[in-house]
């Protein structure tokens, strides 16, 4: 079975520019959740959909957006990019939403806004 | 007080011995705690889950969990070289508004396991 996998793996972006991350879940999964990995936060969750629905908010601004589609493919939108948006942004997917299901990661999209 | 706790380490052994690395968390609602390995420049890779009290063993690894004491720790069993890398605790909060889940995440253990 195929893994998470996530579009593109790098990019480069400017300050105000926006960007789209895009995510597909192991086949069969329904819950796509989104972090953002830094060396000085760490991983920090971003939001959780299921079912084309957000589940669950992380503590960032309105500026990070993000949607599920119906086959449970997520994107993910940063609009007016900061210095401190550059990251490493981490997708992960579940079979369901009970609190034992198993999460598994992609490869992550790294971000790098000059 | 940090919502999941981790030394930074480095934690540095020698190869063949035993590694322990150890978790701890403030919230006593959490249902569920996962341990991740991520290598440098890599991202998270499921290492184990565990749900209730006492230990979980899967080849090398063993899980080990204390809601009592709001702990979780893990064991590798005859360390390699190869697993050099960060560990990652990870805790599941499942007390949320509106249903859901939220990975908290400490902010890992570095492992160097040493020749």
């Known amino acids: 079975k195929a893994g998470v996998t996530q579009t593109p793996r790098y990019l480069i972006k400017t300050r105000g520019q926006q960007v789209t991350l895009s995510c597909s879940p192991i086949?069969?999964?329904?819950?796509v959740s989104w972090y953002q990995q830094t060396p000085g936060q760490g991983l920090q969750f971003l939001f959780e959909y299921f079912s084309e629905t957000q589940r669950n908010k992380g503590n960032f601004p309105g500026r990070f957006s993000g949607r599920q589609f119906s086959n449970s493919r997520s994107e993910m939108n940063v609009s007016t990019l900061e210095l401190g948006d550059s990251a490493l942004y981490l997708c992960a997917s579940r079979h369901g939403t009970g609190p034992h299901n198993e999460q598994f990661f992609g490869p992550g999209t790294r971000l790098t806004v000059l | 007080q940090k919502e999941v706790e981790q030394n930074s380490g480095p934690l540095s052994v020698p190869e063949g011995a035993i590694a322990s690395l150890n978790c701890t968390y403030s919230d006593r609602g959490s249902q569920s705690f996962f341990w991740y390995r991520q290598y440098s420049g890599k991202s998270p890779e499921l290492i184990m889950s565990?749900?209730?009290?006492g230990d979980k063993e899967d080849g090398r690894f063993t899980a080990q969990l204390n809601k009592a004491s709001q702990y979780v720790s893990l064991l590798i069993r005859d360390s390699q070289p190869s697993d050099s890398a960060t560990y990652l605790c990870a805790v599941n909060s499942a007390r949320l508004t509106g249903g859901g889940n939220k990975l908290t995440f400490g902010t890992g253990t570095q492992l160097k396991v040493e020749l």
């Open positions: 565990i749900y209730s009290n």
């Open positions: 086949s069969g999964h329904r819950s």
